[in-house]
């Protein structure tokens, strides 16, 4: 299995460029989750989905959009970059469970917004 | 709402020496917690976690106790070693399974 995979591994972007992290998962996994990372705050939530077809925000949403058209795929999409979203992304999956299950996660998407 | 707090970095430390990270948690009902490990140009990879009070993670010599009564779970390994240099992240779950709550994270170093 490849786990979770995400491209690309970095993109620079100039503000208002829009553009798609794409992440995929072949672990048949139902749950998958976009986070953000920046220095200093941990990882924060963006959005998540709980099944293809349905998602929801999370803690920090403003400016991203979410689909979820398949269990294997979850793409992030920035509609018109701010270099407030200059950040590390990291998509995530996880088995849908009544208790917690371990989330996996991708090795990341670095992006640059001049 | 949920939140994690763990002590800021970075840690430095010397090959073999002991190592505990403090973390504690604010939750309502009874979240899972774990402890994720992001090595240099990597994502994030789950280290140790417990599901239940009084619970001990364990994995790798690292391990940490589910400790309600003090709402912490704390990291700690008795001899570190220059490979286990890394960022360390608490985190907890309330029984969501696809929204974590993270801590700040922790750098460590460690030093032959």
């Known amino acids: 299995n490849a786990g979770v995979t995400q491209t690309p591994k970095f993109q620079v972007l100039k503000t208002g460029q829009s553009m798609t992290l794409q992440c995929a998962q072949d672990?048949?996994?139902?749950?998958m989750s976009w986070y953000r990372q920046d220095p200093g705050m941990g990882l924060r939530l963006i959005h998540y989905?709980?099944?293809?077809?349905?998602?929801d925000q999370g803690e920090v949403p403003n400016g991203y959009n979410v689909s979820r058209s398949t269990t294997e795929d979850f793409p992030l999409r920035l509609l018109s970059a701010a270099p407030s979203q200059t950040s590390v992304y990291f998509c995530?999956?996880?088995?849908?469970?009544?208790?917690?299950?371990?989330?996996?996660f991708g090795p990341g998407t670095r992006l640059l917004v001049l | 709402g949920n939140s994690v707090t763990q002590m800021e970095g970075p840690v430095t430390l010397s090959e073999e020496a002991f190592l505990t990270i403090n973390c504690t948690y604010t939750?309502?009902?009874?979240?899972?917690l774990f402890w994720y490990v992001q090595y240099p140009g990597e994502g994030l990879q789950l280290l140790l976690k417990?599901?239940?009070?009084?619970d001990k993670g364990s994995n790798k010599g690292f391990e940490a106790t589910y400790r309600k009564e003090t709402t912490s779970f704390h990291l700690e390994k008795g001899s570190v070693q220059v490979s286990d240099s890394a960022v360390y992240f608490c985190?907890?779950?309330?029984?969501?399974?696809?929204?974590?709550?993270f801590g700040k994270g922790t750098s460590l170093l460690v030093t032959p």
């Open positions: 995530a999956s996880s088995v849908s469970s009544a208790t917690s299950e371990t989330q996996y």
């Open positions: 672990m048949n996994h139902e749950y």
């Open positions: 989905s709980v099944g293809a077809g349905i998602t």
């Open positions: 939750a309502t009902g009874y979240p899972s």
């Open positions: 417990a599901t239940k009070a009084d």
């Open positions: 985190a907890l779950d309330s029984n969501s399974g696809y929204a974590l709550n």
